[in-house]
């Protein structure tokens, strides 16, 4: 097979590069199928790892991207065969095993998702981890005993893929949603995405954070960690739940036992990298039936593979709105 390209991160004298190599496909890490990538999408997490903000890679040199969608070209394992549209996100790509920003990619068969039907490989990857685990969130909270009967559900970072994701299905879903954003410009597209409610961040006062505060969230999806987190837990309802998903705003959370002994609250830990296989291909399924997501086109820009390297920043600085395809052969 022919040279392809591929966006490899390395690391020299402790500091991380990154940048557009040609390889050849014999280069890529071991797997049982070889895909040929249509798309793949920008999450924090490969903003983190493409520029060394976060030192999560855990071996070099690493073809970056934890989401990759396209078709099969050939395979060893018999549950996939050539032409059969497949998506992988998270286990170990991107940060430990090359990923999806490269025209090929090597990728163990156990990681595969066969693509749900009716919905197209662009749309899996607008969804990408952060849909995936929006949607994860709110399957584990709903077990949980989560329901719109229940009160208003916050979600935090709610300008990002995951916020944006989270409001539009838990709104589609029936829940009065609160988005918390540092964003108060973005009021009106977080109305459209099924925002009841936009509260400012900068109007909360972390400072000092009673260990049981006034009880308003029945649920939370949290994108911050740090004293967000904090906050969220002393302020839940009696019996509320907590999807723990990000550390946007930091890995530290500082809480006592009161909300989990004196109100029952419910702190879940949201891992979308090692969930188990059929409740991953289950979490797929609903996303392309009853937790389609009703507002994909308009959360979701898209970019050209050579605009990659340049739309890391706006990541890291907390900027970005919504969702990020990169567009790689499709
Ligand atoms: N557990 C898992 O498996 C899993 C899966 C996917 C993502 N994640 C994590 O979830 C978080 C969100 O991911 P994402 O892909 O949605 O990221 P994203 O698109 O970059 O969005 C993050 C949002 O958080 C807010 N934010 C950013 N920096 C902040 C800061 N310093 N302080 C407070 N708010 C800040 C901003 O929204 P506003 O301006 O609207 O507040 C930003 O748009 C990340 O931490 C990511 O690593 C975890």
Redesign the pocket.
């Known amino acids: 097979m022919a040279q392809i390209k591929a966006f490899r991160i390395r690391e020299s004298d402790k500091k991380t590069t990154s940048g557009f190599e040609d390889i050849d496909p014999a280069e890529l890490d071991n797997g049982e199928v070889l895909i040929r990538v249509a798309y793949s999408s920008i ?3 490969d ?2 790892a493409a520029t060394g903000a976060g030192k999560i890679i855990r071996r070099f040199p690493c073809v970056g991207g934890i989401d990759l969608a396209g078709s099969v070209i050939e395979s060893s394992d018999a549950r996939f065969k050539s032409g059969d549209p497949v998506i992988a996100t ?1 286990y170990d790509m991107g940060v430990a095993h090359d990923g999806g920003y490269a025209e090929v990619a090597r990728i163990p068969a156990d990681w595969i998702v066969p693509l749900p039907q009716g919905m197209s490989a662009f749309e899996s990857m607008a969804l990408g ?2 849909g995936y ?1 929006a949607a994860l969130g709110i399957q584990r909270m709903e077990l949980n005993g989560l329901s719109p009967a229940n009160g208003p559900v916050i979600v ?8 944006s994701l989270a409001i539009d299905l838990l709104a589609g879903r029936g829940y009065k949603v609160t ?5 108060p410009s ?1 009021g009106a597209y977080l109305r459209a995405l099924g925002a009841a409610e936009i509260l400012d ?1 900068k109007t909360l006062d972390l400072g000092k954070i009673r260990a049981l505060e006034k009880p308003q969230w029945a649920g939370a999806v949290d ?3 740090g004293a ?1 987190l904090s906050w969220l837990a002393s302020s839940m309802q009696v019996s509320g739940t907590i999807a723990s ?5 930091g890995m530290d959370f500082k809480t006592t036992v009161a909300p989990f002994i004196l109100r029952g609250v419910c702190l879940l830990g ?4 090692y969930t188990p296989m059929p409740l991953r291909r289950e979490v797929w399924r609903r996303l392309a039936t009853d937790l389609r997501p009703r507002h994909l086109a308009e959360m979701t820009r898209t970019i050209a593979f050579d605009d990659l390297p340049g739309a890391f920043g706006a ?1 890291l600085d ?4 919504g ?1 990020t395809v990169v567009r790689i052969g499709g």
Do not use: H, M, P, W
């Open positions: 999450n924090y997490k903003a983190l998270s981890t952060a685990t935090t970072g709610a300008t990002g893929g995951v916020g988005a918390l954003t540092g964003k973005e961040r994108n911050l960690g967000f998903i990000g550390l946007a705003a949201i891992d979308s990298g990541f907390g900027q970005v709105r969702r």
